[in-house]
Nanobody, 115 residues
Framework: QVQLVESGGGLVQPGGSLRLSCAAS????????MGWYRQAPGKQRELVAT???????NYADSVKGRFTVSRDIVKNTVYLRMNNLEPEDTAVYYC?????????WGQGTQVTVSS
């Protein structure tokens, strides 16, 4: 089991930046995959970025070159740096941890991109 707590969301203007954090209740090195997903109103939850135990990263095409996922193993925290934000990035962002066949989710943090 793992508990995940996201933070860092908010209101930002188009072209702005935010950094989301996901604090885990256990060592993230013991978790096979961690990642970020988002869900916009009226849409399905979608993958944003993942970072497996190996440290390699994967991104949705819509965020490549703008978003960066990283981790701090000492702090048991995964980050999502979001640059050049667009109104289409508005959504609730969720942290995910995959342990075996079990998915674990945080409560989500709202990101709103608007002028």
């Amino acid at each position: 089991q793992v508990q995940l707590v996201e933070s860092g969301g908010g209101l930002v203007q188009p072209g702005g930046s935010l950094r989301l954090s996901c604090a885990a209740s256990r060592s993230i090195f013991s978790i096979s995959h961690m990642g970020w997903y988002r869900q916009a109103p009226g849409k399905q939850r979608e993958l944003v970025a993942t970072i497996p135990r190996t440290g390699s990263t994967n991104y949705a095409d819509s965020v490549k070159g703008r978003f960066t996922v990283s981790r701090d193993i000492v702090k048991n925290t995964v980050y999502l740096r979001m640059n050049n934000l667009e109104p289409e990035d508005t959504a609730v962002y969720y942290c995910n941890a995959l342990m075996g066949s079990d998915d674990h989710w945080g409560q989500g943090t709202q990101v709103t991109v608007s002028s």
